[in-house]
Structures are given as C-alpha cells and as structure tokens.
C-alpha cells in the first residue's frame, strides 16, 4: 500500500538550525545596529560594527551548532555501541526488553514476542536503536548539515538589516531598521510555520514579540550609553 500521507519529521534537523540561524542573524544584527546608531555612532561605525557582527555570529552558530550536535552523534555512537555489545553478549535479554517495550504500547505477550523476533532478525540494532533508543535515520544528529545551515541562515538573515545601514538616512535608521527586522522576522516566522506544518500565528507572535524586546533593550542601552560618554 502506498503512503500518502505528508508528514514534515524529517525536516526536523535542517529546520531547527535553519530557522535558528536567520532569526539569530536578524534579531542580533539588527539589534547591535540599533544600539549603535541610538548612540548617534556615524554611518560608517555602524556599518563596520553591522559587518563584524555579522561574520562573528555566522561563525559562532556554525561552531555552536558543529559542537552542539556533535556532541549528540557521539551520544549516539555510544549507545548503539553499547547495545551491540548487548545483543552480542545477552541476546535474550535484549529480546525480552524489546518484547515487553511493545508490551507497554499495546501489544499482547504472544504478539509483542512475534514482532520482536521478526524485528530483530531482519535489523537487530536497527530495532533497537528506533524502539529502545529513540534514534532513526529521520532525526539522528547531523553536525556537518546543522552547521552550515545555521551559518547561511545566519548570514542571509543578518544582511536584511544591514542593507538598510546603505540606503536609509542616518536620522531615520533606528527605527527603519526596527520595523523592518519586526517584518522580516514575522515572515520567518510564517515560513518556518508553513514548512513545519504549525500554527502560523503563534510562531509569527513568538519571533516578533523577541526579537522587538532585544532591539528596544539594545537601543536604550545605545541611547544612554551614547548621552553618557
């Protein structure tokens, strides 16, 4: 029978980073260009201090993400090696764990046993892994792809308010950059909503909501910084 049903899981990893890095690149670059323009900076230091933010949080959420979900692969490697250590060493003890683990999600004794038999000699750590573990090739840990999609995403995110630093009068920049980061970032929130299958309110409220208290946070401190110094 052929599966027709669209279901979005698999996107789960790619998403995450994805959506993670272009409203960190807007939120963060837009907000330092807040503050720095609050604290009447020229056009040229916020350029400069736009730019260096941009290619410093690229490669922090590249290294950030690498590390992160490196870690998670190495957990793992490490779990699948210890149950393959297991299956070798105490195969009906695996067997017995698989069988009441289907037990516990309805199956009755004798069927729960059939499954796991069957399970277990077509891909016993494949079994194991997915119904013990919780890992499968959907949502296992993937650093390299997380990494540069977390800095591309980054990096096109960051440059939607920075453009703006070039073609928008100094006087007016505080708040242009403000509105439109608010826009940008609830078109992310929309987008990242439709391709995940979620509610796209609340996901266009949730970036909204953060991302205009970190640039009115950063301008005040620009403000105050920029009237005391």
Known sequence: MKHTEKHRTHRIGWLRAAVLGANDGI???????????????SRNSVLVAGMAGLVAGAMSMAA????????QADTERADLDRERI?????????HAELTAIYVARGLDEKLAHQ???QLTAK??????????????????????????????SFTVGAFLPLGLVLLVPLPALVW???????????????????????PVGVSVARVTFWGAFAMALTAGVGAWFGATL
């Open 27 to 41: 939120v963060s670059t837009a907000s330092l260009i807040v503050g720095v323009a609050a604290a009447e900076a």
């Open 64 to 71: 950030g993400e690498y590390v992160s979900v490196s870690s």
């Open 86 to 94: 297991e299956l070798a060493t105490d195969s009906d003890g695996e």
């Open 115 to 117: 499954v796991a038999v």
């Open 123 to 152: 891909d016993a750590i494949g079994a194991h892994a997915r119904d013990e573990l919780g890992i499968s090739d959907t949502l296992s840990a993937r650093p390299i792809q997380a990494a540069f999609a977390s800095a591309g």
């Open 176 to 198: 242009t950059v403000s509105g439109s980061s608010l826009l940008f970032l609830a078109l992310l929130g929309s987008l990242a909503a439709r391709v995940g299958g979620s």
